[in-house]
């Protein structure tokens, strides 16, 4: 298997996640049909296009196969009709098919409940699969980087809404808007769908006191969704680049982790901040051998170098964007290539000279190269020219901070491993109809869905066997929700078709039926259509 070419390898990966998620849905389909002894006559995953197949045979009154285009996957039962139509001679075949089945065997005569039970036996299963999934994990081993254990701050961008709220570092977010945190992605859920430069109410820990601050999120920099400029606290790890540098000299060594300037304790990132914006001075650091646990006290001298604001890079090549870009170099984005300043093409080394020479406070007029690929093939980059501020950053010459790699794998036995396992479904399921509803309400966009094309992406990237289980789980789930959204092709729209048959104590007209299927039908493939533009817009035009 190793031999295969990556490619290859992506798109088996892919085929077998995709496989096993529709494989078990259509399980719980089909199980629950059987329970109900209700006769299947199809059980196929993938789709037949023009009758061409894959596989096909038959074991008893039902046919199983597997069609050629593998985007889903379907249970036929004698007495259903899933997408109504108004072809006569479509309807009179499928009723000389149906003719010889008992009346006992036919979904249509099935009381009401028994057909509520077949339909959702399907996002049943999947959100079953990711029980078992995400129970197996825990037995496996949850690997979590430490930082996002908690919810204490580690740096307040200048300027930010937190900023302005008073936030500052080691601070510890207990809720916002009443919505408890207590990881960092809970606290940035609740951040990014709050309404952009509408107020909320963080309640957090300074010192063991609770205490409470609005801020108003906004779109900042780099960024898609309202924040209010926080990171995650960790511990700052140095890495010597240059064994000769005076940082070095004095004792500063790598992987030491540096805890305090001046004796002011600072979580990772606040503390390159701080080293940022003191160029030029001397500094004292408390830094800490993790192998042996002894502490010291190393001095150093900051140099003061011109840089492109917000804009970190290696060579020509922007990594990231933060809170200091302003203007149009805000629009930069990760993968970005720098190939010229002024209008002259510049080579990595010549680009880090003009900025080195540029005074502080003017701006470089910088020509981009932004990467265009599909899939796997690569297309000529498109090129932008904009402006990018110069300013004064702090450094110590030869050594780069980062956060230090804290990580916790917790493992969990018996009774405990199944109720971590419950608690994460749970809270995916939680979490999946927040969104929803924050998509109906406007404050989610539907540009964050991810459609096939980011999920094969995503699927690409997973290396470890934990990674792909984990995942297969995070998609099941996910898979279930979205098919109880009521669109008539979907499951919830079913689902909600038997609801009115309930009420009015009768179904709805053929005609109603076939209308509302034809609107949810073209619905669907709008949103499939947003969906993968989006997809190959996140992927394709947004990576290095």
Partial sequence: ??????????VLKFLVVLGVLIFVHELGHFLMARLCRVRVKKFYLGFDLMGLKLLRFRAGPTEYGIGILPLGGYVKMAGQEDLPT???????????????????ERYDRKPLWQRALI???????????????????????????????????????????????????????????GRKAAQWQDFLLAVS????????????????????????P??????????????PAGRAMAWVEDTDCPAALAGLAQGMIVSSVDGRRL???????????????????MVEDPQSGRSSEVEVETESRPVIAGVRRDGERVL??????RGEAADLRPGDRIVAVGGRPVSPAELDGAVASAACGSELRLTVERPRRVLFFSFPPRTLTLAAGVAAEGRLPGIAFDYYPDAVTVRYRGWAAVR????????????????????????????????????FDLTRQLKALSEIVHFLGLISVNLAVVNLFPLPVLDGGHLLFLLIEALRRRPLSERAVVVAHQIGFALLLLLFLLVTYNDILQVFFKRG
């Fill in 420 to 455: 971590r396992g419950a608690a994460e479904t749970a809270k995916m399921v939680e979490t999946l109809f927040s969104f929803l509803y924050y998509l109906l309400v406007g404050r989610a966009s539907p540009t964050e869905l991810a459609g096939p094309v980011r999920i």
């Fill in 1 to 10: 298997m190793s031999s295969l070419p990556v490619h290859l390898m992506s």
């Fill in 86 to 104: 108004d072809d006569e001679a479509a309807k009179r075949k499928l009723e000389e098919e149906d003719r010889a089945v008992p009346e006992a």
């Fill in 218 to 231: 906004r779109v900042l920099p780099g960024t898609s969704r309202p924040r209010i400029g926080v990171g």
């Fill in 320 to 325: 990231a964007i933060d809170f200091r870009a």
């Fill in 267 to 285: 979580p990772y990132p606040a503390l390159e901040d701080e080293i940022a914006a003191r160029p030029g001075q001397r500094l004292r650091l």
């Fill in 193 to 216: 769908t709050s309404r952009a430069d509408s107020p909320v109410t963080i309640v957090f820990l300074r010192d063991g006191e609770e205490r409470r601050a609005e801020a108003t």
């Fill in 119 to 177: 339909i959702a036996a399907g996002p049943a299963m999947n959100v079953l699969l990711g029980l078992a999934l995400f129970i197996l994990i825990a037995f496996i081993g949850v690997t979590v980087f430490q930082p996002y254990q908690g919810t204490r701050i580690g740096n307040v961008e200048p300027g930010s809404p937190a900023a302005a709220a008073g936030l500052l570092p080691g601070d510890e977010i207990v809720s916002v808007d």
